[in-house]
Protein backbone atom coordinates (compact mmCIF):
# COMPACT_ATOMS: atom_id res chain seq x y z
CA UNK A 1 0.00 0.00 0.00
CA UNK A 2 0.73 3.24 -0.76
CA UNK A 3 0.98 5.66 2.19
CA UNK A 4 -1.22 8.96 2.48
CA UNK A 5 -1.97 11.98 4.98
CA UNK A 6 -2.31 10.71 8.36
CA UNK A 7 -1.06 7.17 7.42
CA UNK A 8 -4.31 6.14 5.81
CA UNK A 9 -4.03 3.67 3.18
CA UNK A 10 -4.58 4.10 -0.58
CA UNK A 11 -7.41 1.48 -0.66
CA UNK A 12 -8.77 3.23 2.55
CA UNK A 13 -8.64 7.04 0.93
CA UNK A 14 -10.60 5.95 -2.27
CA UNK A 15 -13.51 4.32 0.49
CA UNK A 16 -13.67 7.48 2.10
CA UNK A 17 -13.85 9.65 -0.97
CA UNK A 18 -16.55 7.34 -2.22
CA UNK A 19 -19.38 5.57 -1.82
CA UNK A 20 -20.69 3.17 -4.60
CA UNK A 21 -20.94 5.73 -7.83
CA UNK A 22 -21.57 9.16 -6.07
CA UNK A 23 -18.52 11.84 -4.98
CA UNK A 24 -18.71 12.30 -1.44
CA UNK A 25 -16.98 15.14 0.65
CA UNK A 26 -13.25 14.13 1.39
CA UNK A 27 -12.70 13.94 5.45
CA UNK A 28 -9.09 16.06 5.06
CA UNK A 29 -7.56 17.49 2.52
CA UNK A 30 -3.79 17.61 1.43
CA UNK A 31 -1.28 20.74 0.59
CA UNK A 32 0.52 19.35 -2.61
CA UNK A 33 2.52 22.30 -2.90
CA UNK A 34 4.26 21.23 0.16
CA UNK A 35 6.37 18.83 -2.08
CA UNK A 36 6.96 21.27 -4.98
CA UNK A 37 10.63 21.43 -4.23
CA UNK A 38 10.97 17.37 -4.35
CA UNK A 39 8.39 17.97 -7.62
CA UNK A 40 10.85 20.11 -9.83
CA UNK A 41 14.04 18.27 -8.68
CA UNK A 42 12.78 15.27 -10.00
CA UNK A 43 11.65 17.08 -13.21
CA UNK A 44 15.16 18.77 -13.42
CA UNK A 45 16.81 15.78 -13.22
CA UNK A 46 15.44 15.09 -16.69
CA UNK A 47 17.79 17.62 -18.16
CA UNK A 48 20.79 16.22 -17.03
CA UNK A 49 20.33 12.40 -17.29
CA UNK A 50 17.99 10.64 -19.64
CA UNK A 51 17.25 7.22 -17.72
CA UNK A 52 17.42 3.59 -18.99
CA UNK A 53 13.71 3.40 -18.82
CA UNK A 54 13.06 6.41 -21.24
CA UNK A 55 14.97 5.62 -23.99
CA UNK A 56 11.66 4.30 -25.81
CA UNK A 57 10.91 8.24 -25.33
CA UNK A 58 13.58 9.74 -27.46
CA UNK A 59 11.91 10.98 -30.16
CA UNK A 60 9.49 12.58 -27.52
CA UNK A 61 12.17 14.06 -26.09
CA UNK A 62 11.67 17.65 -26.47
CA UNK A 63 8.13 16.75 -25.23
CA UNK A 64 9.35 15.98 -22.12
CA UNK A 65 11.87 19.00 -22.01
CA UNK A 66 8.99 20.68 -22.35
CA UNK A 67 7.18 19.29 -19.46
CA UNK A 68 9.71 19.82 -17.06
CA UNK A 69 10.35 23.73 -17.92
CA UNK A 70 6.55 24.68 -18.06
CA UNK A 71 5.91 22.78 -14.80
CA UNK A 72 8.69 24.01 -12.99
CA UNK A 73 8.29 27.90 -14.47
CA UNK A 74 4.85 27.38 -13.09
CA UNK A 75 6.13 26.42 -9.64
CA UNK A 76 8.82 29.29 -9.95
CA UNK A 77 11.32 27.07 -9.95
CA UNK A 78 12.91 27.59 -13.89
CA UNK A 79 16.11 28.28 -11.60
CA UNK A 80 16.57 24.65 -11.40
CA UNK A 81 16.88 23.66 -14.53
CA UNK A 82 18.73 26.35 -15.34
CA UNK A 83 21.23 24.80 -12.72
CA UNK A 84 20.81 21.55 -14.11
CA UNK A 85 21.49 22.41 -17.81
CA UNK A 86 24.63 24.76 -16.46
CA UNK A 87 22.75 28.01 -17.30
CA UNK A 88 19.73 29.47 -18.94
CA UNK A 89 21.55 30.33 -22.00
CA UNK A 90 23.28 26.93 -22.54
CA UNK A 91 19.18 25.49 -22.35
CA UNK A 92 18.07 27.88 -24.77
CA UNK A 93 21.61 27.02 -27.25
CA UNK A 94 20.34 23.13 -27.08
CA UNK A 95 16.81 24.03 -27.74
CA UNK A 96 17.95 25.86 -31.23
CA UNK A 97 20.36 23.44 -32.05
CA UNK A 98 17.34 21.14 -32.56
CA UNK A 99 15.80 23.71 -35.11
CA UNK A 100 16.17 22.55 -38.43
CA UNK A 101 16.58 23.23 -41.69
CA UNK A 102 15.72 21.22 -44.84
CA UNK A 103 14.97 20.74 -48.70
CA UNK A 104 13.40 17.39 -49.50
CA UNK A 105 14.84 15.12 -52.09
CA UNK A 106 13.01 16.54 -54.61
CA UNK A 107 13.59 19.88 -53.39
CA UNK A 108 9.76 21.29 -53.60
CA UNK A 109 9.04 22.01 -49.97
CA UNK A 110 11.02 23.38 -47.33
CA UNK A 111 10.84 21.54 -43.92
CA UNK A 112 11.74 23.74 -41.46
CA UNK A 113 11.24 23.28 -36.97
CA UNK A 114 12.22 21.64 -34.38
CA UNK A 115 13.63 18.34 -34.54
CA UNK A 116 12.32 15.77 -31.08
CA UNK A 117 16.26 15.11 -29.88
CA UNK A 118 19.75 14.83 -31.18
CA UNK A 119 19.83 10.82 -31.39
CA UNK A 120 20.04 11.41 -35.30
CA UNK A 121 23.06 13.82 -34.84
CA UNK A 122 26.65 13.23 -34.65
CA UNK A 123 28.84 15.73 -33.37
CA UNK A 124 31.05 17.36 -35.90
CA UNK A 125 34.59 17.63 -34.23
CA UNK A 126 35.93 20.50 -36.64
CA UNK A 127 33.32 22.89 -35.79
CA UNK A 128 33.21 24.21 -32.46
CA UNK A 129 31.78 27.25 -31.16
CA UNK A 130 33.01 30.37 -29.28
CA UNK A 131 32.97 28.62 -25.78
CA UNK A 132 34.05 25.20 -27.67
CA UNK A 133 30.91 22.82 -27.60
CA UNK A 134 30.33 20.59 -30.54
CA UNK A 135 28.14 21.62 -33.13
CA UNK A 136 25.88 18.47 -34.91
CA UNK A 137 25.20 17.97 -38.10
CA UNK A 138 22.33 15.19 -39.16
CA UNK A 139 24.13 12.06 -39.95
CA UNK A 140 20.85 9.82 -41.24
CA UNK A 141 18.73 10.42 -44.39
CA UNK A 142 16.80 13.70 -44.49
CA UNK A 143 13.76 12.10 -44.44
CA UNK A 144 14.22 10.41 -40.91
CA UNK A 145 16.19 13.81 -39.39
CA UNK A 146 13.02 16.12 -40.16
CA UNK A 147 10.87 18.51 -38.21
CA UNK A 148 7.72 17.49 -36.28
CA UNK A 149 4.86 19.51 -35.39
CA UNK A 150 4.43 18.71 -32.00
CA UNK A 151 8.31 19.14 -31.21
CA UNK A 152 8.46 22.82 -32.82
CA UNK A 153 5.08 23.89 -30.81
CA UNK A 154 7.07 22.35 -27.43
CA UNK A 155 10.13 24.01 -28.45
CA UNK A 156 8.56 27.11 -28.97
CA UNK A 157 6.62 27.19 -25.46
CA UNK A 158 10.04 26.34 -23.71
CA UNK A 159 11.68 29.01 -25.42
CA UNK A 160 8.93 31.52 -24.25
CA UNK A 161 9.22 30.10 -20.65
CA UNK A 162 13.07 30.84 -20.43
CA UNK A 163 11.68 34.60 -21.64
CA UNK A 164 13.83 34.13 -25.11
CA UNK A 165 13.52 36.79 -27.51
CA UNK A 166 12.46 33.84 -30.14
CA UNK A 167 14.60 35.97 -32.90
CA UNK A 168 16.57 32.74 -33.83
CA UNK A 169 13.48 31.05 -34.52
CA UNK A 170 13.03 30.79 -38.16
CA UNK A 171 9.15 32.50 -37.84
CA UNK A 172 8.18 32.99 -41.58
CA UNK A 173 10.02 29.33 -42.57
CA UNK A 174 8.12 27.47 -39.82
CA UNK A 175 4.80 29.15 -41.13
CA UNK A 176 5.30 28.31 -44.92
CA UNK A 177 6.15 24.47 -43.38
CA UNK A 178 3.04 24.34 -41.31
CA UNK A 179 0.93 25.17 -43.94
CA UNK A 180 2.49 22.73 -46.22
CA UNK A 181 1.44 19.87 -43.28
CA UNK A 182 -2.31 21.15 -43.55
CA UNK A 183 -4.22 18.26 -45.48
CA UNK A 184 -7.63 18.89 -47.89
CA UNK A 185 -9.33 17.81 -44.73
CA UNK A 186 -8.44 20.83 -42.60
CA UNK A 187 -6.01 18.26 -40.25
CA UNK A 188 -2.44 18.53 -40.35
CA UNK A 189 0.17 15.78 -41.19
CA UNK A 190 2.63 15.59 -38.25
CA UNK A 191 5.93 15.52 -40.38
CA UNK A 192 6.63 16.80 -43.69
CA UNK A 193 6.68 13.16 -45.29
CA UNK A 194 4.16 10.67 -44.12
CA UNK A 195 3.10 11.07 -41.19
CA UNK A 196 -0.32 10.50 -38.24
CA UNK A 197 -2.84 12.73 -38.81
CA UNK A 198 -5.25 13.90 -36.30
CA UNK A 199 -6.54 16.49 -33.76
CA UNK A 200 -3.36 16.30 -31.39
CA UNK A 201 -1.44 17.60 -34.61
CA UNK A 202 -4.72 20.25 -35.40
CA UNK A 203 -3.74 21.60 -31.96
CA UNK A 204 -0.06 22.01 -32.52
CA UNK A 205 -0.32 23.62 -35.47
CA UNK A 206 -3.07 26.25 -34.06
CA UNK A 207 -0.63 26.40 -31.48
CA UNK A 208 2.54 27.51 -33.64
CA UNK A 209 0.43 29.99 -35.62
CA UNK A 210 -0.89 31.80 -32.47
CA UNK A 211 2.73 31.68 -30.60
CA UNK A 212 4.27 33.09 -34.10
CA UNK A 213 1.13 35.73 -34.55
CA UNK A 214 0.19 34.77 -38.05
CA UNK A 215 -2.57 32.38 -38.95
CA UNK A 216 -2.87 33.73 -42.44
CA UNK A 217 -0.69 30.79 -43.86
CA UNK A 218 -3.30 27.94 -42.92
CA UNK A 219 -6.99 27.51 -43.73
CA UNK A 220 -8.77 28.08 -40.71
CA UNK A 221 -12.02 27.46 -41.67
CA UNK A 222 -11.20 24.37 -42.64
CA UNK A 223 -9.18 23.96 -39.68
CA UNK A 224 -12.78 24.39 -37.48
CA UNK A 225 -14.25 22.03 -40.39
CA UNK A 226 -11.93 19.29 -39.33
CA UNK A 227 -12.67 19.63 -35.29
CA UNK A 228 -16.14 20.30 -35.30
CA UNK A 229 -15.97 16.80 -37.41
CA UNK A 230 -14.75 15.12 -34.62
CA UNK A 231 -17.46 16.19 -32.35
CA UNK A 232 -19.46 12.65 -31.07
CA UNK A 233 -23.28 13.25 -30.83
CA UNK A 234 -23.48 10.49 -28.44
CA UNK A 235 -20.91 11.42 -26.05
CA UNK A 236 -20.97 15.30 -26.56
CA UNK A 237 -17.47 16.00 -26.47
CA UNK A 238 -14.47 14.95 -29.60
CA UNK A 239 -12.60 12.43 -30.46
CA UNK A 240 -9.34 12.11 -32.01
CA UNK A 241 -10.56 12.17 -35.51
CA UNK A 242 -13.86 11.66 -36.84
CA UNK A 243 -16.48 9.17 -35.66
CA UNK A 244 -13.67 8.37 -32.88
CA UNK A 245 -15.06 8.24 -29.84
CA UNK A 246 -15.18 10.91 -27.30
CA UNK A 247 -11.85 11.41 -25.49
CA UNK A 248 -11.14 14.35 -22.51
CA UNK A 249 -7.81 14.71 -24.10
CA UNK A 250 -8.89 15.21 -27.15
CA UNK A 251 -12.16 17.39 -26.35
CA UNK A 252 -8.94 19.88 -24.60
CA UNK A 253 -6.73 19.92 -27.96
CA UNK A 254 -10.01 21.14 -30.03
CA UNK A 255 -11.23 23.48 -27.67
CA UNK A 256 -7.53 24.64 -26.84
CA UNK A 257 -8.04 25.00 -30.86
CA UNK A 258 -11.12 26.94 -31.16
CA UNK A 259 -9.72 29.34 -28.16
CA UNK A 260 -6.70 30.14 -29.63
CA UNK A 261 -8.39 30.62 -33.03
CA UNK A 262 -10.94 33.04 -31.22
CA UNK A 263 -13.75 30.25 -32.42
CA UNK A 264 -15.26 28.91 -29.89
CA UNK A 265 -18.17 30.52 -30.87
CA UNK A 266 -19.17 27.68 -33.43
CA UNK A 267 -20.22 25.61 -30.69
CA UNK A 268 -24.03 26.22 -29.98
CA UNK A 269 -24.88 26.78 -26.44
CA UNK A 270 -26.46 23.31 -26.05
CA UNK A 271 -23.21 21.79 -27.29
CA UNK A 272 -21.21 23.61 -24.48
CA UNK A 273 -24.19 22.38 -22.10
CA UNK A 274 -23.48 18.80 -23.21
CA UNK A 275 -20.20 18.99 -23.80
CA UNK A 276 -19.63 20.39 -19.85
CA UNK A 277 -22.11 17.09 -18.21
CA UNK A 278 -19.95 15.15 -19.73
CA UNK A 279 -16.85 16.56 -19.13
CA UNK A 280 -17.67 16.51 -15.13
CA UNK A 281 -19.20 13.22 -15.04
CA UNK A 282 -15.55 12.23 -15.61
CA UNK A 283 -14.75 12.94 -11.81
CA UNK A 284 -14.72 10.61 -9.51
CA UNK A 285 -12.09 11.25 -7.12
CA UNK A 286 -9.55 11.85 -9.89
CA UNK A 287 -10.89 12.17 -13.67
CA UNK A 288 -10.98 9.44 -16.29
CA UNK A 289 -10.86 9.99 -19.86
CA UNK A 290 -14.05 8.41 -21.34
CA UNK A 291 -16.66 5.95 -18.94
CA UNK A 292 -16.33 3.28 -17.54
CA UNK A 293 -12.36 3.96 -17.25
CA UNK A 294 -10.29 4.28 -14.46
CA UNK A 295 -8.89 7.25 -13.08
CA UNK A 296 -5.53 8.90 -13.93
CA UNK A 297 -3.41 12.07 -12.64
CA UNK A 298 -3.25 13.18 -16.87
CA UNK A 299 -7.06 13.77 -16.81
CA UNK A 300 -6.83 16.30 -13.83
CA UNK A 301 -5.30 18.47 -15.99
CA UNK A 302 -7.55 17.60 -19.75
CA UNK A 303 -10.46 17.82 -18.11
CA UNK A 304 -9.84 20.74 -15.72
CA UNK A 305 -8.72 23.06 -18.95
CA UNK A 306 -11.68 21.65 -21.26
CA UNK A 307 -14.15 22.82 -18.59
CA UNK A 308 -12.02 26.28 -17.95
CA UNK A 309 -11.58 27.06 -21.67
CA UNK A 310 -15.85 27.03 -21.67
CA UNK A 311 -15.78 28.73 -18.30
CA UNK A 312 -16.90 25.97 -15.75
CA UNK A 313 -13.75 25.16 -14.12
CA UNK A 314 -15.50 25.64 -10.74
CA UNK A 315 -17.77 22.98 -11.25
CA UNK A 316 -14.58 20.53 -11.12
CA UNK A 317 -14.52 19.30 -6.66
CA UNK A 318 -10.98 20.64 -6.22
CA UNK A 319 -10.60 18.45 -2.36
CA UNK A 320 -10.99 15.41 -4.35
CA UNK A 321 -8.66 15.38 -6.92
CA UNK A 322 -6.26 16.62 -4.89
CA UNK A 323 -6.49 13.56 -2.62
CA UNK A 324 -6.60 11.44 -5.43
CA UNK A 325 -3.50 13.06 -7.01
CA UNK A 326 -1.74 12.57 -3.13
CA UNK A 327 -2.26 9.17 -3.52
CA UNK A 328 -0.23 9.00 -6.99
CA UNK A 329 3.12 10.48 -5.65
CA UNK A 330 6.23 9.23 -5.95
CA UNK A 331 8.80 8.40 -3.46
CA UNK A 332 11.20 10.97 -5.20
CA UNK A 333 8.75 13.57 -5.84
CA UNK A 334 6.92 13.92 -9.34
CA UNK A 335 3.44 12.04 -9.72
CA UNK A 336 2.19 8.82 -11.28
CA UNK A 337 -0.51 7.98 -13.55
CA UNK A 338 -2.11 5.71 -11.02
CA UNK A 339 -1.55 5.01 -7.00
CA UNK A 340 -0.19 1.45 -8.18
CA UNK A 341 2.04 2.47 -11.10
CA UNK A 342 5.37 1.66 -11.18
CA UNK A 343 7.12 5.27 -11.08
CA UNK A 344 6.53 9.05 -11.77
CA UNK A 345 7.28 10.07 -14.74
CA UNK A 346 7.20 13.72 -15.98
CA UNK A 347 4.10 13.55 -18.28
CA UNK A 348 1.60 13.27 -15.46
CA UNK A 349 3.68 15.38 -13.14
CA UNK A 350 3.38 17.99 -16.20
CA UNK A 351 -0.64 17.61 -15.48
CA UNK A 352 -1.06 17.56 -12.09
CA UNK A 353 0.84 20.74 -11.75
CA UNK A 354 -0.87 22.41 -14.82
CA UNK A 355 -4.36 21.38 -13.19
CA UNK A 356 -3.39 22.66 -10.00
CA UNK A 357 -2.22 26.41 -11.73
CA UNK A 358 -5.46 26.24 -13.72
CA UNK A 359 -6.49 28.23 -10.65
CA UNK A 360 -4.29 28.25 -7.30
CA UNK A 361 -6.26 29.76 -5.19
CA UNK A 362 -9.53 27.33 -6.01
CA UNK A 363 -6.71 24.31 -5.16
CA UNK A 364 -5.61 26.02 -1.92
CA UNK A 365 -2.12 27.06 -2.72
CA UNK A 366 -1.07 30.72 -3.01
CA UNK A 367 -0.63 32.17 -6.33
CA UNK A 368 3.03 33.31 -5.41
CA UNK A 369 3.95 29.32 -4.99
CA UNK A 370 1.74 28.60 -7.99
CA UNK A 371 1.98 30.77 -11.25
CA UNK A 372 -1.72 30.91 -12.41
CA UNK A 373 -2.15 28.66 -16.08
CA UNK A 374 -3.08 29.82 -19.66
CA UNK A 375 -5.24 27.15 -20.23
CA UNK A 376 -5.03 27.04 -23.93
CA UNK A 377 -1.27 27.46 -24.38
CA UNK A 378 -0.54 25.07 -20.74
CA UNK A 379 2.09 27.51 -19.80
CA UNK A 380 1.91 30.08 -16.80
CA UNK A 381 0.02 33.54 -17.60
CA UNK A 382 2.99 35.18 -16.42
CA UNK A 383 4.84 33.94 -19.77
CA UNK A 384 1.67 34.33 -22.23
CA UNK A 385 2.07 38.04 -21.39
CA UNK A 386 6.02 37.74 -22.54
CA UNK A 387 4.70 36.59 -25.86
CA UNK A 388 2.01 39.07 -25.95
CA UNK A 389 4.98 41.70 -25.19
CA UNK A 390 6.89 39.70 -28.59
CA UNK A 391 3.63 40.05 -30.79
CA UNK A 392 3.44 43.86 -29.96
CA UNK A 393 7.59 44.33 -30.58
CA UNK A 394 7.38 42.28 -34.16
CA UNK A 395 4.09 44.23 -35.14
CA UNK A 396 6.44 47.40 -34.51
CA UNK A 397 9.03 46.17 -36.09
CA UNK A 398 7.55 45.42 -39.69
Known amino acids: MTPVANGATVDNAHTNLHSGDHLVEPSEDVQLS???????????????????????????KLAVIFFTISSCASMNMLNLCHKAAGSRQKLIDWLYMLQIENHDDEGDKLDWGFRPSEWLMIPNEKSKSSEGSKTFLPCISRCYDGSHLTMTHAALLSLICLEDDLERVKREEILKSV????????CFSCTMHEGEEDVRFVYAAVAICFILNDFSRIDTDRVVHFILSCLNPAGGAFGQRPAGEAHAGCTY??????????????????????????????????????????EDTCYFFWT??????????????????????STCKGGSGGFK??????????LHTHCV??????DPEANAISPELLLP???????PQKYYLHLKQLHASWCTNQ
Open 304 to 325: GASLSILGFYYLVDHKAARMFA
Open 337 to 346: KTADAGEADP
Open 353 to 358: ISALAL
Open 179 to 186: AQMQQKSG
Open 34 to 60: DTFLSDARFLSFFLTLWPERLRSLELQ
Open 253 to 294: LALASLKLMGRLDVLSEEQKSQMVTWLVSRQLRGFNGRPSKD
Open 373 to 379: LHDALDI
